[in-house]
């Protein structure tokens, strides 16, 4: 018999790999804005304790493939997001790679992040963002500006502040669930995690 979920704790926390692809930041030529994108937002909308692994890589398929699959296979991130490289750019190599790593795609998320950036501008129809899981890993392409990762990730609110559009994190921590990750709670007033009535709830301690 399952004895069900267990909640994300301080000594089992829910671990997110944070993996900003561009060559010219990791050349240092240009002041990375994905990490500390991600790292501000995951710190205003996760209730429970987690913890980042980060990494500032090329764009390099290879490399992409070998990060992923470290981050999920040795490090054990229970979800990892990318941010850069999945435009029609020849160098924008970052969906190709994730697929190449995963045992099963997730398209719905690909779309989604699709229409809420088409609310802000014509050429997020360029996007070749999508997601996979690896193991009990789940892998997802955001896009590469501060500004559109809070958009995707958040949803869309209207001038006081009421939420229009569900961000794809909505969806997130039901889908961890499922694939055997920590039970994950989010600050409601940020982004409020959807799980079905039927959901099993991690046990009071």
Not at 96 to 124: C, D, K, L, N, Y
Not at 151 to 157: A, C, K, P
Request: aromatic letters at 6%; a negative charge.
């Amino acid at each position: 018999m399952s004895e069900g979920p267990v909640a994300a704790s301080v000594d089992n926390p829910f671990v997110i790999g944070l993996v900003s692809i561009s060559d010219r930041a990791a050349s240092g030529a240009y002041e990375d804005k994905g990490l500390p994108a991600l790292l501000e937002w995951f710190g205003m909308a996760l209730a429970s304790p987690w913890r980042a692994e980060q990494r500032l890589i090329p764009d390099e398929s290879s490399h992409i493939e070998q990060t992923l699959i470290e981050l999920a296979d040795q490090a054990g991130c229970h979800l990892i997001v990318t941010t850069g490289g999945t435009g029609p750019a020849l160098r924008d190599v970052t969906p190709e790679a994730t697929r190449a790593v995963g045992e099963r795609e997730m398209p719905g998320f690909g779309e989604e992040m699709r229409r809420i950036s088409r609310h802000f501008v014509p050429t997020a129809i360029l996007s070749r963002q999508t997601a996979v899981i690896r193991g009990h890993s789940l892998i997802i392409n955001l896009p590469g500006q501060p500004k559109a990762i809070r958009e995707t990730l958040e949803g869309l609110r209207h001038a006081d502040g009421k939420l229009e559009v569900e961000g794809i994190f909505a969806a997130v921590p039901y889908c961890i669930d499922l694939i055997g990750g920590p039970y994950v709670e989010t600050r409601p007033d940020i982004c409020r995690a959807f799980r079905p009535k039927s959901a099993p709830k991690p046990a009071q301690t």
